[in-house]
C-alpha cells in the first residue's frame, strides 16, 4: 500500500487521504464508514478523521448510508492536464477530428502497464465501455497504448508490461510476450496503432502518436468506433489520414507551447483548416 512508502520524506497522512479517495469506484459511489475501513485497511477511527477532513476541504460529502465523492475531486486531475498544456493545445484538433469521423476522440498517457484518459471529446454512440476523464485500462489492449508501449525500449516495455494493471478489466486479447513483441514492433515501424475488439466486444480503433519539440511520445490519440457500425476499413482508409493530420498539428503546437517563453499566459492555437 501507499503508506507503506520508504524514507524520512514520506508523508503517511497524506498517502492515507489519497488511499480514501481512490476507494470510491464507479460500482460504489456512496460508502459507509465501515466500507471505508474495509477497503483500505485502516482503523475505523483513522478512516473517520480522514473522511471528515475531506469533507471539509470539500472533496467528500455526507449522504444518507454513508459518504460520497464530490465533483471538486476532478480539480486534481484537471490540475495535471493543465500543468501540461496539452488539453488547451489539442481540444480544437479533437473537435475538428470528431466533426469530420462522428467518432469519440481521445487522448491518453501511459501510467504503468495502463494508459489514462487525460483528454476527451465524446459523441453521443452507445459504447460498450465507458471513457470519461481519468478512465484507465490496460495498455496493451488499446491503440493508445501500443502507441505509448512502441515509444518505450523494448526492454522497457517488457518491465512496464510486468507491473499489474489497476484498472480492474479482464481484456479479450492476453498474448504472450513473443506476441506482444511482434505486435510493438509493427507499430514502431508504420507510426500508428490499431486495435479490433482486444480490449473489450464491439470496440475497436486507431491512434497515432503525439511529440513534444524534442520529438518525444508525449502521449497518444485516437478514433474510437463501435465494431457494429465502423469497419476496419472505413477506420484505416478514411479516419487514420484524419487522425494523422491532426495527431501532426497537435504536436507542433505542444512544440510551439514549450518553446513560449512564458508558459502561464495562454497560447495561440492555430485551428485545423
Same mark, same amino acid.
Given at each position: 500500500?501507499?503508506?507503506?512508502?520508504?524514507?524520512?520524506?514520506?508523508?503517511?497522512?497524506? /498517502?492515507?487521504?489519497?488511499?480514501?479517495?481512490? /476507494?470510491?469506484?464507479?460500482?460504489?459511489?456512496?460508502?459507509?464508514?465501515? !466500507?471505508?475501513?474495509?477497503?483500505?485497511?485502516? #482503523?475505523?477511527?483513522?478512516?473517520?478523521?480522514?473522511?471528515?477532513?475531506?469533507?471539509?476541504?470539500?472533496?467528500?460529502?455526507?449522504?444518507?448510508?454513508?459518504?460520497?465523492?464530490?465533483?471538486?475531486?476532478? !480539480?486534481?486531475?484537471?490540475?495535471?492536464?493543465?500543468?501540461?498544456?496539452?488539453?488547451?493545445? /489539442?481540444?480544437?484538433?479533437?473537435?475538428?477530428?470528431?466533426?469530420?469521423?462522428?467518432?469519440?476522440?481521445?487522448? #491518453?498517457?501511459?501510467?504503468?502497464?495502463?494508459?489514462?484518459?487525460?483528454?476527451?471529446?465524446?459523441?453521443?454512440?452507445?459504447?460498450?465501455? $465507458?471513457?470519461?476523464?481519468?478512465?484507465?485500462?490496460?495498455?496493451? @489492449?488499446?491503440?493508445?497504448?501500443?502507441?505509448?508501449?512502441?515509444?518505450?525500449?523494448?526492454?522497457?516495455?517488457?518491465?512496464?508490461?510486468? !507491473?499489474?494493471?489497476?484498472?480492474?478489466?479482464?481484456?479479450?486479447?492476453?498474448?504472450?510476450?513473443?506476441?506482444?513483441?511482434?505486435?510493438?514492433? !509493427?507499430?514502431? $515501424?508504420?507510426?500508428?496503432?490499431?486495435?479490433?475488439?482486444?480490449? $473489450?466486444?464491439?470496440?475497436?480503433?486507431? #491512434? #497515432?502518436?503525439?511529440?513534444?519539440?524534442?520529438?518525444?511520445?508525449?502521449?497518444?490519440?485516437?478514433?474510437?468506433?463501435?465494431? /457494429?457500425?465502423?469497419?476496419?476499413?472505413?477506420?484505416?482508409?478514411?479516419?487514420?489520414?484524419?487522425?494523422? @493530420?491532426?495527431?501532426?498539428?497537435?504536436?507542433?503546437?505542444?512544440?510551439?507551447?514549450?518553446? $513560449?517563453?512564458?508558459?502561464?499566459?495562454?497560447?495561440?492555437?492555430?485551428?485545423?483548416?
Amino acid at each position: 500500500m501507499p503508506r507503506e512508502g520508504t524514507g524520512p520524506d514520506f508523508i503517511e497522512a497524506l /498517502a492515507r487521504g489519497l488511499e480514501v479517495i481512490t /476507494a470510491f469506484q464507479p460500482r460504489r459511489p456512496v460508502m459507509s464508514l465501515t !466500507e471505508v475501513a474495509s477497503a483500505t485497511g485502516l #482503523a475505523r477511527p483513522t478512516a473517520r478523521r480522514i473522511l471528515l477532513t475531506l469533507a471539509e476541504l470539500g472533496y467528500v460529502r455526507q449522504r444518507a448510508g454513508g459518504f460520497a465523492l464530490t465533483p471538486r475531486v476532478l !480539480e486534481l486531475g484537471v490540475a495535471y492536464v493543465r500543468s501540461t498544456g496539452l488539453w488547451d493545445v /489539442a481540444r480544437p484538433h479533437l473537435e475538428w477530428l470528431v466533426e469530420r469521423t462522428n467518432e469519440s476522440c481521445s487522448i #491518453a498517457q501511459l501510467d504503468g502497464s495502463d494508459i489514462v484518459y487525460v483528454s476527451r471529446v465524446s459523441v453521443p454512440k452507445i459504447v460498450t465501455l $465507458a471513457v470519461q476523464i481519468g478512465t484507465r485500462f490496460p495498455a496493451l @489492449q488499446t491503440s493508445l497504448g501500443k502507441v505509448l508501449l512502441a515509444a518505450l525500449t523494448p526492454e522497457e516495455a517488457a518491465l512496464t508490461l510486468a !507491473e499489474p494493471s489497476r484498472s480492474g478489466l479482464v481484456p479479450v486479447w492476453r498474448p504472450g510476450r513473443t506476441e506482444w513483441e511482434a505486435e510493438l514492433r !509493427e507499430v514502431r $515501424a508504420r507510426g500508428w496503432a490499431v486495435t479490433d475488439e482486444q480490449l $473489450a466486444r464491439g470496440i475497436r480503433s486507431v #491512434a #497515432a502518436p503525439l511529440r513534444d519539440g524534442s520529438g518525444r511520445v508525449v502521449a497518444s490519440v485516437n478514433v474510437n468506433a463501435h465494431a /457494429a457500425e465502423t469497419s476496419v476499413e472505413v477506420l484505416l482508409n478514411e479516419y487514420l489520414p484524419l487522425l494523422l @493530420q491532426a495527431a501532426g498539428e497537435i504536436s507542433v503546437d505542444f512544440a510551439r507551447l514549450e518553446s $513560449a517563453p512564458d508558459r502561464t499566459r495562454p497560447s495561440s492555437v492555430a485551428t485545423t483548416p
